[in-house]
């Protein structure tokens, strides 16, 4: 028998950081995303030899192990590390498995899509379907926060782990004490569909490290540097101007939005932005973008630009010169997925 998930990577639309603690403790924080049809996978495969074999096929890393109730983090595979670590201490008894967990990721790590929340979130829910674990969707999603960001000491925000186990257009809200609300939101088809049409994935081809981005714009808070948390607080109110403008259906206000955003989020840690990013960004203007931003914690990765109209076949084509490649998506409405294979 294999027991598999699947959950969705996401797209941050706005208020992409005040999902971060200590921001969203002190003044709460608002996130809207929608989850597309890229993913990470998990399967697991049970064993009887008292072997545990960790296998990253998009990494192209194999670990193999004696079955214990600890598998140590050392910079390798630490997320299905973590997440084995978790389960059995949690839901286990501290009994050891046996088993073979293969992952693999749609996008590559430092995308801005989410993907190492998201990965947690699919292992998670590849243990709860072999296992049977009682995990609701809030259950899930703050088990697997908790796996990344307390566990295995990775910074980062919330909103990844809720986006890619609810699913579809939602509205968050974050609190203290790691208290999170999420408001799916009932977006007309139409609207989801010009939006697709409108909205142009590139990846710059830099990957970066999240966390660093993070932990620069953690300590700009914690010293009250007055630019980035006012522009914070800008981000926040971004994400209601995009939530009354999806639901409203008026696309032509998304761009100026995105721009807005951009603007702000470039205030909150210095390594968000590198003049690469800004020539991509204002090449894309100059040919018919509207607005955009980089995904995630900025600093490389993809980046999303509405352009409306034609003007996305002048912008795909001026982009040419940087090296990236463009991704084609969709809007998915499902978060996590779960389900095992029987092989006589």
Request: hydrophobic content about 35%.
């Amino acid at each position: 028998m294999l027991f598999r998930s699947r959950a969705p990577l996401r797209l941050g639309l706005a208020g992409g950081g005040t999902d971060v603690s200590p921001y969203c403790d002190m003044y709460g924080g608002a996130i809207l995303n929608a989850t597309i049809n890229l993913y990470a996978y998990a399967t697991i495969e049970p064993r009887t030899d008292g072997k545990v074999i960790l296998s990253s096929v998009d990494q192209k890393k194999n670990l193999e192990y004696d079955s214990s109730i600890y598998l140590k983090p050392d910079g390798n595979l630490d997320l299905l590390k973590g997440t084995y670590n978790r389960v059995i201490k949690e839901f286990n008894n501290g009994q050891p498995l046996s088993f073979k967990l293969t992952t693999f990721v749609d996008a590559p790590a430092g995308s801005g899509l989410g993907s190492s929340s998201t990965l947690v979130v699919a292992i998670l829910g590849a243990f709860a379907e072999w296992l049977r674990l009682p995990l609701g969707e809030y259950d899930t999603a703050s088990l697997a926060y908790q796996i990344e960001r307390k566990d295995l000491s990775i910074s980062g925000g919330k909103q990844d782990q809720y986006a890619a186990t609810f699913g579809g257009f939602n509205y968050m809200e974050f609190y203290d004490n790691d208290k999170v609300v999420v408001n799916p939101l009932r977006i007309k088809r139409e609207t989801i569909n010009e939006l697709e049409l409108n909205l142009l994935l590139y990846y710059t081809g830099v990957s970066r490290f999240s966390s660093d981005i993070i932990r620069d714009q953690i300590k700009n808070v914690e010293q009250k540097n007055d630019q980035s948390v006012e522009s914070m607080h800008s981000l926040k109110q971004q994400a209601t101007l995009m939530k009354e403008a999806l639901l409203r259906g008026e696309l032509n206000r998304i761009g100026e939005i995105l721009d807005f955003g951009w603007e702000n989020k470039k205030k909150m840690a210095q390594s968000i932005t590198n003049p690469f990013i800004e020539s991509v960004y204002e090449t894309a203007k100059q040919n018919g973008a509207l607005g955009g931003k980089v995904s995630g914690a900025g600093g490389g990765g993809f980046m999303m630009l509405f352009v409306p109209n034609n003007s996305r076949y002048r912008v795909i084509d001026a982009l040419s010169q940087f090296g990236g490649y463009f991704a084609k998506f969709q809007f998915v409405e499902t978060g996590l997925e779960t389900w095992r294979v029987r092989y006589e």
